[in-house]
């Protein structure tokens, strides 16, 4: 369509570049809404959840290259409880390393997520809700403070730019947070990153949905016994702070180019420690070896980085969380 090319071109891009195609297909996506004769309702969501994302890529932009932990957990917890301390005090000793920590914009364990980075390593999604209309005083008023009126695209953004989870406490909204990041990594559909589940001193909350999840899940076959990899219940907040920096100790990134999964890493890795990988995660190639890599065709991202590569069999995403603690054990 060359008027949709010459609309591209007037706000600067380029419709012969890739992003430029997909540019004009979401516009011709969207005009397409007319003939395919969609409500005003319809029409009206869609148009609300583009703005939305939109307007929260354009803010987490300017923070690319930080590492980013997001927080779940209750809006009830009350100031003087554990778990709130708990929030508070890993959030303080993840923004001490250098991370930035993304949460809910009220109260409880979100105003205590924001509360140890403080705002200015702090990012606030809110939810427009009658019950919860304003921010909590931390985050109030900053630019890293975004407004969602749909739970789809905020919890879009909550994985979307996270290196890392933190789930404390809290009720169904919370479980279902921390259920949408495990089916994402165990389906393949996110990348996999640390999931830690902490609580304040002398709590059982996870204790008593492990065994539950072992007693309801895990023991009628619903779960494969492998997937208690894709979460780590610390001991306290020092224990997850320890687990999240572990997980990137030598591993860095990952991605697919075609079949082939890429894994990114801090040092390039002995012939004896590939050799192990192959011997303990055969069962992960489809076919050919792990071998050592340099950047592959097609990869834009991290183009100095060592690597190592393998034709993935696209299942069993609990055995390559195995993998990644394997690679992150070598030398210690």
Known sequence: MPAV?????????????YDGRLVAQMIQTALK??????DT?????????????????????????????TIFGSARTPPLHPDYIAAREFSKAMAAEKWMAITGAGGGIMKAG?????????FGLSIRLPFETTANEVIEGDPKLINFRYFFTRKLMFMTHADAVAVFPGGF????????????????KSNIIPIVLVEGAGGEYWRHWHENLLRSLQCCG???????AFYHIAKDEQDAVEHVLKFYRIF???????????????RSLAPAEIELLNSKFAGLIKVG?????????????????????????RNQFALVRRLIDQINDFGL
Request: with cysteine; hydrophobic share 30%.
């Open 222 to 228: 619903w779960i494969s016994p492998e997937d208690t």
């Open 41 to 69: 309702g319809q029409i009206k969501l869609i148009t609300t959840a583009l703005k939305e994302m939109r307007h929260a890529y354009r803010v987490f932009n300017k923070y690319r290259g930080i590492p980013k932990i």
């Open 289 to 313: 070896r792990i071998e050592a890599s340099g950047a592959l065709e097609g990869e834009r991202d991290h183009l100095d980085l060592p690597r190592i590569a393998f034709i993935h069999t």
């Open 5 to 17: 090319n010459d609309l591209i071109r007037s706000v600067g891009g380029d419709p012969e570049t």
């Open 173 to 188: 909204g919370t479980q279902d947070e921390l259920f949408e990041c495990l089916t994402l990594v165990q389906t393949g």
């Open 33 to 38: 809404l007319f003939p395919d004769g969609h």
């Open 252 to 266: 860095h990134s990952s991605r697919y180019v075609g079949d082939t999964l890429v894994l990114r890493l801090q």
């Open 114 to 122: 924001h509360e140890g980075p403080q705002r200015e390593a702090s």
